[in-house]
């Protein structure tokens, strides 16, 4: 996933960087489209979007394109060598937690038990699926969430790992975001 620097920052790798600007390229895209009149794209468009990037609808939805488009060139002049942003780690992070949040879901919600053989067992395949660290206490976490909402562990869980409170983390991250959305 991501390297905190001393700084509190992180390095992302070039294939990070380059997901997350082919991510915010396909949201100015579609925010373009849509601003043009063009047919809202098949389904498919979307659930792709969201299953590489959980919370990129989000972002669509709620971030305007100005802010997109800067996020965009944020990238373009981190990947030419320039600092990055902590959002960017933020939102990577946030990403790769939330896919291995939604791995485990899946698999644990029907379950009246889980034991900490079992959870380690998930850990590991949720982290090779997702691309993030996570272990038995994550899984333990998204089976029981705080106040019902994954949003809130995956912040959580960011929040510990960059320094910054969650609260911080969702205005940065998500700022058009109503405030009662996790």
Do not use: C
């Not at 997350?20 to 468009?45: C, H, M, N, S, T």
């Not at 320039?82 to 939330?98: D, S, V």
């Not at 106040?147 to 790992?161: C, H, S």
């Amino acid at each position: 996933m991501t390297a905190p620097t001393p700084e509190g920052g992180a390095r992302l790798s070039p294939e990070a960087l380059s997901g997350l600007a082919r991510k915010y390229r396909a949201l100015a895209d579609l925010r373009l489209a849509r601003a043009r009149g063009e047919p809202i794209p098949d389904k498919q468009v979307f659930r792709a979007l969201a299953r590489e990037f959980p919370g990129a609808l989000n972002e669509l939805d709620n971030l305007p394109l100005d802010e997109i488009e800067r996020r965009l060139d944020a990238i373009a002049r981190a990947r030419g060598g320039a600092p990055e942003e902590r959002w960017m780690a933020w939102i990577h992070g946030y990403h790769a937690l939330m896919r291995a949040a939604l791995y485990v879901k899946i698999r644990v919600a029907r379950r009246e038990a889980l034991s900490e053989l079992e959870a380690s067992s998930l850990a590991e395949r949720a982290a090779e699926h997702a691309g993030a660290a996570v272990d038995a206490a994550f899984v333990m976490g998204v089976k029981a969430p705080p106040d019902g909402r994954l949003n809130r562990l995956v912040l959580g869980r960011l929040a510990a790992m960059f320094g910054a409170s969650p609260a911080e983390l969702r205005a940065t991250m998500f700022p058009g975001r109503p405030r009662g959305s996790g």
